[in-house]
């Protein structure tokens, strides 16, 4: 019995120690890697910095844009059997990419981060995007996906997460709820320097109008904020871009939910001019894409950098997709 009480107390003490970052011994990474001091994380072997002072990010919903392979486990006609158009798609995406030049790339409706990384290795090999990302759906085709000229470090997938529909209720009275879009919010760390990183949260929200829509992207924002809540407890500093197609336009609930927070740290803004709309690409009367900075993040923002682009001609630009493509540059610290 006493031979069991010490162990106990030995198990406890252990625990207080906690566990050392290994890391931290190697020189070479202590001197030279900055995320290691903090998660166990390192840069990749040979990689480089930018030179540059600033970096821009793209965000664009591309539409349907799918691979030329039927996935088994995915039932839809887009999917299953492509738009013949598909390769004229690739080929003016490909184009805009080059033109726009971001160091990050944010898709929605985008079918993979393998399709993605397949079409840079082919088409894009000389700009310098190694690194991708997504958390795609096990039995749907639209993700939203990311590829990168910067290291990145940890994905928050939030698919598994239940949803409340806020003010809906089912046939007992309870509210109703919904796990099967969130698989298109997910977030990361993005890591452009040795002194300076942020956390990337791309968004595809629930589509369509009325009430039981928007209570659908209520209880999605609303989640994401009190994951932000929770970062920036861990790190009152912490960088925050959200971004993508949030199916909302200017001045509604949802968009508000980000704008009007009475807490400062957890308020975002909307660097896009009033004027900015998106959607439609070919005749654009309103907005539902944005890039929405916390106040940490907008301190390295370059005003006025953040805008919407209409790279080819209206007919041209709703042949890739209905929406148009927003960009927003920052300065590295």
């Known amino acids: 019995m006493k031979n069991s009480m010490y162990c106990a107390m030995f198990l406890i003490l252990m625990g207080c120690v906690g566990s050392k970052n290994l890391i931290e011994k190697n020189s070479y990474f202590s001197k030279q890697n900055y995320i290691a001091k903090h998660n166990g994380e390192v840069m990749p072997v040979g990689y480089q910095y930018f030179k540059k002072d600033s970096f821009k990010v793209l965000s664009w919903n591309v539409a349907h844009f799918v691979d030329s392979f039927d996935d088994p486990y995915i039932d839809s006609k887009r999917e299953n059997q492509p738009d013949s158009l598909m390769g004229n798609k690739v080929a003016s995406l490909v184009v805009a990419l080059r033109r726009i030049?971001?160091?990050?790339?944010?898709?929605?409706?985008?079918?993979?981060?393998?399709?993605?990384?397949s079409l840079a290795n082919e088409h894009l090999q000389d700009m310098g995007y190694k690194y991708f990302a997504d958390v795609p759906s096990h039995g749907w085709y639209m993700n939203v996906v990311m590829m990168s000229k910067f290291p990145l470090g940890i994905i928050y997938g939030y698919g598994n997460v239940t949803t409340p529909v806020l003010g809906a209720s089912i046939a007992s009275g309870a509210t109703e709820t919904q796990n099967t879009l969130n698989t298109r919010m997910w977030s990361i760390d993005v890591y452009p320097s040795p002194n300076y990183n942020f956390l990337l949260t791309g968004v595809h929200l629930?589509?369509?109008?009325?009430?039981?829509?928007?209570?659908?992207?209520?209880?999605?924002?609303?989640?994401?904020?009190?994951?932000?809540?929770?970062?920036l407890?861990?790190?009152?500093?912490?960088?925050i871009l959200v971004l993508g197609d949030f199916n909302s336009v200017q001045g509604s609930e949802e968009i508000n939910l980000f704008l009007q927070e009475k807490n400062k740290r957890e308020k975002f803004i909307d660097p896009l001019p009033d004027s900015a709309m998106t959607h439609t690409s070919d005749a654009p009367?309103?907005?539902?894409?944005?890039?929405?900075?916390?106040?940490?993040?907008?301190?390295?923002?370059k005003v006025g950098s953040a805008k919407v682009s209409s790279l080819f001609s209206p007919l041209k630009m709703r042949e890739i997709s209905d929406h148009l493509p927003v960009t927003i540059n920052f300065t590295i610290k």
């Not at 160091?103 to 079918?111: D, G, H, T, Y």
């Not at 209570?215 to 932000?228: D, H, V």
């Open 101 to 117: 030049d971001a160091a990050v790339v944010v898709l929605q409706e985008f079918e993979s981060a393998k399709f993605l990384r």
């Open 206 to 231: 629930k589509a369509g109008r009325g009430e039981r829509n928007v209570a659908m992207r209520k209880g999605q924002i609303n989640f994401l904020k009190q994951q932000f809540k929770r970062f």
């Open 233 to 239: 407890k861990e790190d009152k500093n912490k960088n």
């Open 285 to 301: 009367k309103r907005r539902l894409d944005y890039v929405l900075i916390n106040t940490n993040m907008y301190k390295e923002y």
